[in-house]
């Protein structure tokens, strides 16, 4: 799919590191689809939220399940500066 958005520059935090290695996963797949509008295990009202964020700039978040059950977080800021992968308690 293509984005609809730039990520500007990616980043991920040890957590998300190494839960992604430990679950023999890439960060790759979730990137695209974060990048294409699809949001992951969001509520709808989080992931309207997201779609007026496109419009206004503000910023994004998606949420997914990686290979072993894992939740992970991807947060790209409202200038579209920067995108980091995290695990949910590193916020």
């Not at 799919?1 to 500007?8: E, T, V």
């Not at 009202?45 to 994004?60: P, V, W």
């Not at 992970?72 to 995290?86: G, K, M, P, Q, V």
Request: proline fraction near 3%; charged fraction near 20%.
């Amino acid at each position: 799919m293509a984005p609809k958005f730039m990520l500007g520059h990616v980043v991920a935090t040890p957590g998300a590191l190494i839960a992604l290695t430990e679950a023999q996963d890439t960060f790759r797949t979730y990137l695209s689809r974060h990048a294409s509008g699809d949001w992951g295990e969001l509520s709808s009202q989080d992931a309207a939220e997201n779609e007026l964020s496109l419009l206004s700039g503000f910023r994004l978040l998606s949420a997914y399940q990686i290979k072993d059950g894992t939740r992970i977080w991807i947060i790209t800021e409202a200038d579209r500066s920067a995108t980091t992968i995290l695990l949910p308690e590193e916020y």
